[in-house]
Nanobody
Framework: QVQLVQSGGGLVQAGGSRRLSCVVF????????MDWYRQAHGSQRELVAT???????NYSDSVKGRFTVSRDNARNTMYLQMDSLKPEDTAVYYC??????????????WGQGTLVTVSA
């Protein structure tokens, strides 16, 4: 059973920074993609950052230049560094991973979500 356990949410002032962590527990064959999503109150969940197994990254226009996704393979952890935060970044943030359980079996797992609140 693969699980993603998140930490790092909380209250931060506008202009400040916050780093979210997502630890992967369990055995996987190989990682396919690692993503960060967010969902603001009353809104749909949106994709904000993606990292492929090869290390390529992509960001939504709303966070580009302010957020950085990374991973530490030795710690089985991926991160979302959020800088220059704005009140509109307030949301529950979720990590997501697509991985190969075996060489031909791709699965998906979500973290439990963590709330980031940015005060004006």
């Amino acid at each position: 059973q693969v699980q993603l356990v998140q930490s790092g949410g909380g209250l931060v002032q506008a202009g400040g920074s916050r780093r979210l962590s997502c630890v992967v527990f369990g055995n996987i064959f190989s990682i396919k993609t690692m993503d960060w999503y967010r969902q603001a109150h009353g809104s749909q969940r949106e994709l904000v950052a993606t990292m492929t197994s090869g290390g390529s990254t992509n960001y939504s226009d709303s966070v580009k230049g302010r957020f950085t996704v990374s991973r530490d393979n030795a710690r089985n952890t991926m991160y979302l560094q959020m800088d220059s935060l704005k009140p509109e970044d307030t949301a529950v943030y979720y990590c997501n991973e697509h991985y190969w359980a075996t060489s031909d079996d791709v699965r998906e797992v979500w973290g439990q979500g963590t709330l980031v609140t940015v005060s004006a």
